[in-house]
């Protein structure tokens, strides 16, 4: 017979045994020698991770930004909703990860998760927030309001417009619920003010749906995480639009991204927007997207603002302006892309098995054509499509690329096709052109 004791030794041992160890590296933050490089910092994240024992090793840190270190308390709540238990390990310097994730107040991080209306309780200085509704929404605001009190009128009205143009995307599109709904994974929201360099710097993160997903109810098939994030900057576009009652008021004008990103360009100042393998890079030189290897399964959104003295800008002019090249683009016969595009989806009309090969050429004559000669961009979706023979795709889409050229990769897209079906289609495409 054992005992107790020795019942609990060994559970430990086991325990031990199991638990999954992540160490912290000695430089933690998005950039290495002043570039951005979110790859190598996303790569740390394994989301993976169920009913398992895990060690998040603080001690090896010694360079972190709080921004990137405010993620760990999103992903630790993630690993919680999956069942792990998480342990931070800290040391005792008052340099490095260890002691700025004593001054965020991340300590408390499983309590502010299990307990709504709870915040973090950390440096005043080093705000850290949970936001999962609208009283927490007064609360960062309210709290950035008492951090920019000495900047200059036009940057608080800046940065307040901008931090809640983003808190309000997190919290209408992103928000995260796991274990059938029962439990709510928080957005976060760090900021810090770097006083040396007089940059603001801010973050706002969520686990939710993701841009592209989001966006996909009002347009559907959209190739990438990063075209998504581009089609979200631009005015007047709305993942709410597809799934709003005509009859009901419409809560959404698309407008937010656009307005911010614009700010951000026209101030010292840049932003970072990261959805899934996503990243877009707004600055006052240029807008630049990149495909991530390694993904944030939600979205996630870096700002950092330089301060000027005495800024020369007046934050409603611009914004004026910026509402007013939004509508002439409108009025300006609207040659918006969206609308110039057919979507087909290969499932909804062939079934899992694409594979009838006279379908596919009534198919063909029947609708490809005649969108190609309205001078539209299709885009065929192969979402649910277990497999196609050559034949079919072949009947499909060779005679119609033949007819474009070289403009077939531009005019006709192909999404979310299985690796087979993609290489029979490049194998076309090569063919044909
Ligand atoms: N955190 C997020 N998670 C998922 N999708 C998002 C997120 N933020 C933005 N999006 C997507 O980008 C779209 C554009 O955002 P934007 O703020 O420009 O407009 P909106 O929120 O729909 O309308 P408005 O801001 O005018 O109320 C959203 O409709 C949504 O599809
Ligand atoms: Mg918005």
């Given at each position: 017979m054992m005992h107790n004791?020795?019942l609990i030794e060994?559970?430990?041992i086991?325990?031990n045994?199991?638990t999954?160890?992540?160490?912290?590296p000695?430089?933690f933050s998005?950039?290495?020698h002043?570039?951005?490089d979110?790859n190598?910092l996303l790569?740390f994240?394994?989301w993976d991770i169920?009913d398992t024992p895990?060690?998040?090793?603080?001690?090896?840190?010694?360079?972190a930004?709080?921004?990137?270190?405010s993620l760990?308390?999103?992903?630790a709540?993630?690993?919680?909703a999956q069942?792990c238990?998480?342990?931070f390990?800290e040391n005792e310097k008052t340099?490095g990860?260890?002691?700025?994730?004593?001054s965020?107040?991340a300590r408390g991080?499983?309590?502010?998760?299990f307990n709504k209306?709870?915040?973090f309780?950390g440096h005043?200085?080093k705000?850290?927030f949970?936001?999962?509704?609208?009283n927490?929404?007064?609360?960062v605001?309210?709290?950035?309001?008492?951090?920019t009190k000495?900047f200059?009128?036009e940057y608080?009205?800046t940065?307040?417009?901008v931090?809640?143009?983003?808190?309000?995307?997190t919290m209408?599109?992103?928000?995260?619920y796991m274990r059938?709904?029962?439990?709510?994974?928080?957005?976060?929201?760090?900021?810090t003010?770097?006083?040396?360099?007089n940059e603001?710097?801010?973050?706002i993160?969520?686990l939710g749906?993701?841009?592209?997903?989001?966006?996909?109810?009002a347009f559907?098939?959209?190739?990438?995480?990063e075209?998504a994030?581009?089609?979200?900057?631009r005015?007047?576009?709305s993942?709410?639009f597809g799934?709003n009652?005509?009859?009901?008021?419409?809560?959404?004008?698309?407008?937010?991204?656009?307005?911010?990103s614009?700010?951000?360009?026209r101030l010292?100042a840049?932003?970072h927007?990261?959805s899934?393998?996503?990243?877009?890079?707004?600055?006052?030189?240029?807008m630049?997207?990149r495909k991530l290897?390694?993904?944030?399964p939600?979205?996630?959104v870096?700002?950092s603002?330089r301060?000027?003295?005495?800024?020369s800008?007046?934050?409603?002019?611009?914004m004026?302006e910026?509402?007013?090249?939004?509508?002439?683009e409108?009025?300006q016969g609207?040659?918006?892309?969206?609308e110039?595009?057919?979507?087909f989806?290969i499932?909804n009309f062939?079934g899992?098995?694409?594979?009838?090969k006279e379908a596919?050429?009534?198919?063909?004559d029947?609708?490809?054509?005649?969108?190609?000669?309205?001078?539209k961009?299709?885009?065929?979706?192969?979402d649910?499509v277990?497999?196609?023979?050559?034949?079919?795709?072949?009947?499909?889409?060779?005679s119609?690329i033949k007819g474009?050229?070289m403009n077939a990769?531009?005019?006709?897209?192909?999404?979310n096709?299985t690796?087979?079906?993609?290489g029979?289609?490049d194998?076309i495409l090569?063919?044909?052109t």
């Open positions: 004791e020795q060994l559970k430990k086991l325990e045994q199991r999954k160890t992540f160490v912290l000695p430089r998005f950039k290495e002043d570039v951005y979110f190598r790569g994240f394994d169920h895990v060690t998040i090793d603080l001690t090896q840190c010694h360079t930004n709080y921004q990137a270190l760990l308390t999103i992903y709540w993630r690993l919680k069942g238990k998480v342990t390990l340099t990860a260890s002691s700025m994730w004593r965020m107040g991080a499983f309590s502010v998760l209306g709870q915040q309780k005043m200085f705000p850290l949970a936001v999962r509704e609208i927490d929404f007064k609360t605001i309210e709290s950035a309001k008492t951090y000495g200059n009128v608080e009205g940065l307040r417009y931090l809640s143009e983003l808190l309000y995307n209408e599109h992103g928000p995260c059938n709904g029962f439990m709510q994974i928080p957005s976060l929201v760090q900021f003010w770097y006083q040396q360099r603001i710097q801010f973050i993160a969520d749906v993701g841009i592209k997903k989001h966006i996909e109810q559907p098939g959209q190739e990438s995480d075209e994030i581009m089609l979200a900057l005015s007047k576009v993942g709410t799934k009652d005509p009859y009901r008021n419409k809560n959404n004008a698309g407008m937010g991204l656009y307005i911010s614009n700010i951000i360009r010292n840049d932003m927007i990261i899934n393998n996503g990243l877009v890079h707004i600055s006052p030189r240029d630049t997207q290897t390694n993904p944030w939600g979205t996630l870096l700002v603002l301060l000027e003295k005495n800024p800008f007046l934050l409603h002019k611009i004026q910026f509402r007013d090249a939004a509508d002439k409108q009025k609207d040659t918006r892309e969206e110039a595009r057919s979507l989806g499932n062939f899992n098995y694409a594979e009838d596919a050429i009534k198919f063909r029947k609708r490809i054509f005649p969108a190609l000669d309205e001078g961009t299709i885009v065929i979706d192969f649910g277990k497999s196609s023979p050559h034949s079919f795709l072949s009947a499909l889409l060779a119609p474009l050229g990769f531009k005019r006709i897209k192909f999404v096709a690796p087979e079906i993609r029979t289609i194998f090569d063919d044909n």
